[in-house]
């Protein structure tokens, strides 16, 4: 959500005026765009601070903004009271909330004076407003913003506000605009994409509004791939469980936070599901792809885990073979229901050694999942060329790297013959079918 955050951003700015600065050391305008669902992130935002001291006495004109998740309350320049961040970041000049995106031509116009902020009004929305795409052949786009969910240790419902959904004819004429310029992958994002519902959806259809959405993508001939982040297991239905086999775009892949295997656990999270529901879910999606590869959230060392807790959990990743695992150390976050009513019992120590046990039974069900393409020829969709090597996803959202940086191929389709399957990426030598 945040990516896509920043393309909108982007294209605000650009239509502002402004170009891309080489990196912080050369540039008049920083925005941060933060996300801070855990307190260790905001305050590495916070850490940030002393950086950009010197940076500012270098160059004057230089002005600081923060966005996105840390930003709760108010949008506008620097005041003496408000929000925290001004009281903790001097390097600040002026923060706002994503979904008020619109007002940044009018803050920018006082502090840089630029021109052109009339040439914006029609942004009437944070819909509204067209990404800047920094990969054509992957796109990101939002069908709803916010949440309703209030899960104790987050603070998205409090930054981003209740759920409000996108049009269906919105996200279906920016997917077919993105198809035309060469969007092969779509990316549909929100905080809940499960409870989208958005005004213009058919009464009569008895599907899920997002199941209807998902046909009518896939009905775009030139959209090869769709993926969608993220869902809450008590809002997954059968009618969108039903497309994977069904519709060629659905990818056998699926994006599963689950957070903890304690349904004590997640009773303290206010998850509202249990870990049986979750169970359901992996064995109805198994039963339409056999091979599906789920990956999932855990938060380790929640108020008042016990080993025992922590144990389901490892049993459950274990046990349904998960293989892939986006685990993180539980940090108590101001502002959240935990925070104030909880306790953050759990030792640094042990949430440490959590986290090592669950990185470590994952790392085994990855590396047992990967057998299954040594020897195979798979399409890599290319996304990148660093560090010696080139880099792409299959379907099953598994990174295939090739020897040697080959830029040329970002954002096309390559077949790789697979010679080495490790824990958390293939290898293998361009072929043809």
């Given at each position: ?30 925005i941060l ?20 001291k ?14 996105g ?40 116009r ?21 990404q ?10 939002p ?9 104790s ?12 959904s ?24 929100g ?22 959405l ?27 469980i ?30 509202t ?23 999932t ?11 025992k ?11 349904l ?26 030792p ?11 990185t470590?039974?994952m ?6 999942y990967?057998?299954q ?15 010696g ?17 080959k ?7 390559v ?19």
């Open positions: 959500m945040n990516y896509s955050d920043s393309e909108r951003i982007a294209t605000v700015l650009l239509k502002l005026g402004y170009t891309p600065a080489k990196g912080f050391g050369d540039a008049d305008l920083i765009n933060t996300c801070s669902v855990k307190q260790k992130a905001e305050e590495r935002i916070y850490g940030l601070g002393e950086q950009f010197p940076l500012k006495e270098k160059n004057p004109r230089l002005k600081i903004g923060i966005t998740c840390m930003i709760r309350q108010s949008t506008g320049l620097r005041r003496k009271e408000g929000e925290a961040i001004f009281r903790r970041m001097g390097s600040v000049d002026f923060t706002f909330r994503i979904k008020e995106l619109m007002q940044l031509p009018e803050i920018l006082e502090l840089h004076q630029v021109e052109g902020a009339d040439d914006v009004k029609d942004l009437c929305s944070y819909f509204h407003i067209p800047t795409i920094t990969n054509i052949a992957q796109v990101f786009i069908v709803m913003n916010g949440c309703n969910n209030f899960c240790y987050c603070i998205v419902p409090y930054a981003r506000g209740r759920e409000e996108r049009s269906m004819a919105e996200v279906l004429d920016e997917t077919e605009k993105a198809a035309k310029r060469g969007a092969k992958e779509i990316n549909l994002v905080q809940n994409v499960n409870t989208y519902k958005p005004a213009d959806a058919d009464p009569k259809n008895k599907e899920a509004p997002f199941a209807q998902l046909r009518k993508i896939d009905a775009i001939p030139t959209v090869d791939r769709v993926r969608f982040y993220t869902v809450h297991p008590k809002d997954m239905s059968d009618d969108v039903a497309l994977y086999g069904e519709l060629r775009t659905m990818t056998p892949h699926l994006h599963l936070p689950v957070q903890s295997g304690s349904n004590s656990v997640l009773k303290r999270m206010n998850r599901y249990t870990v049986e529901r979750f169970k359901e879910l992996v064995a109805k999606m198994r039963a339409r792809i056999p091979h599906m590869s789920i990956s959230d855990i938060i380790v060392g929640f108020c008042g885990e016990t080993e807790e922590f144990m389901e959990s490892y049993d459950l990743i274990k046990d073979k998960i293989d892939l695992v986006y685990v993180s150390k539980y940090s108590e976050r101001e502002g959240t229901l935990a925070a104030r009513e909880q306790k953050d019992d759990v640094l120590e042990v949430k440490k050694d959590r986290f090592r046990r669950i470590d039974v790392r085994g069900v990855s590396h047992e990967n057998q393409f040594l020897g195979k020829t798979v399409q890599v969709l290319v996304e990148k060329a660093e560090r090597y080139t880099f792409g996803k299959i379907p099953e959202y598994k990174f295939v790297r090739l020897k040697g940086e830029p040329e191929l970002i954002g096309q389709y077949n790789v013959k697979i010679k080495k399957a490790m824990e958390w990426c293939l290898e293998g030598n361009m072929t043809k079918i």
